[in-house]
């Protein structure tokens, strides 16, 4: 059930806004994955306004409830600049539809006019390479790849080389996204990451996570992972549906306070848009 559904049955179960009802809207926060800290803080924050105010209509209720996490949910616009050469990192566990966000990235900003060029920069996996291979064939985008198990770094350097030698652009770069050693992972992604540094011009560097919608709080270990290695700009939501809770956005926001630029919805490059905090909270709160 979707923290929307839950919140309006509790008004149906609740005739005031007492001391039961909040510890209930506590526990619908926490399982629609917004994180039992987020998820106490918010209720005692809420429950103190709504007696100051005086607030016991559902709908203003509501209303100060979307106010409190409209601090915490950020959107981001991720710009290319002319005639300079950008570079996106794009960064994830496995599993997490990265590869495939970074083909509809590349479409996106092929169709605004970029020169894009995709770099298949997750070495480790023949999959993830042959993958972004085949997307850049039915896109008609170049695709930058090297050997299987070479420096991935090196791919980034070649990939913003190329970008550079024709008067600047976009490189895409997928990464690698083995979680299950750690310190080889943050160790291998602060050199790409200073490598890319390096490679893009002043200003024009950003490093993407992608989250999968359906993971809850992992999506929210997985941040705090990959912005503590290299620093965080920017979220891309994927599998974001009707079975997806959509809490981790909160709890992201108010931990580390990383913005989303975009939101997936589906398998085709298509499903893709730019994030809007107020749809998001609209449909996280049923509104």
Avoid at 89 to 115: D, I, Y
Avoid at 190 to 211: F, H, P, T
Avoid at 246 to 271: M, N, Q, R, S
């Amino acid at each position: 059930m979707s923290f929307a559904q839950k919140l309006k049955s509790l008004f149906g179960l609740h005739s005031s806004a007492d001391e039961d009802f909040f510890d209930d809207l506590t526990d619908a926060l926490v399982e629609g994955d917004v994180g039992a800290r987020t998820a106490y803080e918010l209720c005692e924050r809420l429950q103190k306004v709504c007696k100051e105010k005086k607030i016991r209509d559902q709908k203003q209720i509501v209303s100060e409830l979307k106010s409190m996490l409209s601090e915490y949910v950020k959107e981001t616009k991720l710009d290319v600049q002319k005639d300079k050469t950008n570079v996106f990192l794009v960064l994830g566990v496995n599993g997490v539809g990265k590869t495939t966000s970074v083909a509809k990235m590349a479409r996106l900003f092929k169709e605004q006019g970029e020169s894009v060029v995709m770099a298949a920069s997750d070495t480790f996996r023949a999959a993830a390479v042959d993958q972004i291979a085949l997307h850049g064939e039915r896109l008609g985008i170049r695709v930058v790849k090297h050997q299987m198990g070479s420096d991935p770094s090196a791919v980034v350097f070649d990939a913003a080389s190329a970008c550079s030698s024709h008067g600047g652009g976009l490189v895409l770069a997928d990464t690698a996204g083995r979680l299950h050693n750690k310190e080889n992972l943050v160790n291998e992604l602060k050199k790409i990451d200073r490598v890319a540094q390096k490679c893009a011009s002043e200003g024009c560097y950003k490093k993407i996570l992608v989250i999968d919608a359906t993971t809850g709080q992992n999506a929210v270990r997985q941040a705090e992972v990959f912005n503590e290695a290299v620093g965080l700009d920017a979220l891309v939501l994927t599998k974001y549906d009707s079975t997806a809770k959509g809490g981790e956005l909160i709890a992201i926001g108010k931990e580390l306070g990383i913005p989303v630029a975009f939101v997936c919805t589906g398998e085709h490059y298509e499903d893709i848009a730019p994030f809007s905090a107020e749809h998001y909270l609209n449909d996280f709160l049923g509104e």
